[in-house]
Nanobody, 122 residues
Framework: VQLVESGGGLVQAGGSLRLSCVAS????????MGWFRQAPGKEREFVAAIGWGGGAIYSPDSVQGRFTISRDNAKNTVYLQVNSLKSEDTAVYYC????????????????WGQGTLVTVSS
């Protein structure tokens, strides 16, 4: 399974972005897609995940209702809408995939994209 993220960039505080992740090479359905982020000097942290049927979980600490995850199974794509961006949201955002149940733990995901950088200027 290959994952390719896009949509990152430089945005002013208070702005919005929509990140996308396209999956390819997967011969099985029913996989969970997740978004993680890693700021400079910090560990990778969970942001959100969504199951095949659209059920989603979020990290309350990091996103506080500002982020929305969604997916289009016909396009093998997962999205992360990020609103009201803050400087502390600056990070590389990674897409990840796993089979089975959803999870907030990075080590439970089997496939990762290369990441897309989001930089929020204050």
């Amino acid at each position: 399974v290959q994952l390719v993220e896009s949509g990152g960039g430089l945005v002013q505080a208070g702005g919005s972005l929509r990140l996308s992740c396209v999956a390819s090479g997967c011969t099985r359905s029913n996989y969970v897609m997740g978004w993680f982020r890693q700021a400079p000097g910090k560990e990778r942290e969970f942001v959100a995940a969504i199951g095949w049927g659209g059920g989603a979980i979020y990290s309350p600490d990091s996103v506080q209702g500002r982020f929305t995850i969604s997916r289009d199974n016909a396009k093998n794509t997962v999205y992360l809408q990020v609103n009201s961006l803050k400087s502390e949201d600056t990070a590389v955002y990674y897409c990840a995939a796993k089979f089975g149940s959803d999870s907030t733990r990075p080590n439970e995901y089997d496939y990762w994209g290369q990441g897309t950088l989001v930089t929020v200027s204050s």
